[in-house]
């Protein structure tokens, strides 16, 4: 099946910092989405964005389709930032169920 | 409007009972997923229902686990036999559709599982 790997796994910012999550895949995909997950367990969603640039508030993401990589942008981090971060695509060849990676866990200091 | 909402939110069972699970998903969303997220094994489909097409069932991981989903709306995961690397966080979506263009999942908010 597909596969989605997700850099760097730990991330330590300073508040106000910027930051670049990576999201790379194996196969051609009809949907990508990133989440944030809280200390909660809640999974939100951020994007969805199988291709282009989207952008919301200090977030904001790109991917690109023909290379198989998606880009999360965070700028001016704030403490509530903190949390995982999942990249999580659609396979064009596998159904609609949705493969995840393996997150990037950020910790933004105060 | 109201989310993906799971019940219970914590249950914790004695090895070898069964349990149940419930998933209400967002008001007219057809398409409804269970995955599980676990230390291990991060975060895994089991099972996706799409209107009333037969289910995706190729993530289940044994054949003590089954879903069904009644009226195109309710869903209800049942765990048989309960073994401990069972336990993890239980978590449903539902998207308004199966097309990519309407195919964004919303998850709710998991049902903790702690088989003893």
């Known amino acids: 099946g597909i596969q989605v790997e997700q850099s760097p796994p730990d991330l330590i910012l300073q508040e106000g910092a910027n930051s670049t999550l990576r999201c790379n895949f194996s196969?051609?995909?009809?949907?990508l989405q990133w989440f944030h997950q809280n200390p909660w367990g809640q999974l939100i969603n951020l994007f969805y964005?199988?291709?282009g640039t989207k952008q919301n508030g200090r977030l904001s993401a790109t991917t690109v389709a023909t290379e198989r990589y998606s880009l999360l942008y965070i700028s001016s981090s704030q403490t509530t930032d903190s949390g995982v971060y999942f990249c999580?695509?659609?396979?064009?060849?596998?159904?609609?169920?949705?493969?995840f990676g393996g997150g990037t866990r950020l910790m933004v200091k105060p | 409007g109201a989310g993906v909402s799971q019940s219970p939110s914590n249950k914790v069972t004695e090895k070898g009972k069964d349990v149940e699970l419930r998933c209400d998903p967002i008001?007219?969303?057809?398409?409804l997923y269970w995955y599980r997220q676990s230390l291990g094994q991060g975060l895994e489909f089991l099972i996706y229902f799409q209107g009333n097409s037969a289910p995706d069932k190729s993530g289940l991981p044994s054949d003590r686990f089954s879903a069904e989903r009644t009226g195109g709306s309710v869903s209800t995961l049942t765990i048989q036999r309960t073994q401990q690397e069972d336990s993890a966080v239980y978590l449903c979506?539902?998207?308004?559709?199966?097309?990519?263009?309407?195919?964004?999942?919303?998850f709710g908010p998991g049902t903790r599982l702690l088989v003893l």
């Open positions: 008001s007219g969303h057809t398409a």
């Open positions: 999580a695509v659609e396979s064009h060849n596998a159904g609609n169920m949705l493969t």
């Open positions: 964005i199988p291709s």
């Open positions: 196969d051609s995909v009809n949907n």
């Open positions: 979506a539902s998207s308004l559709s199966s097309a990519p263009e309407e195919g964004t999942q919303y």
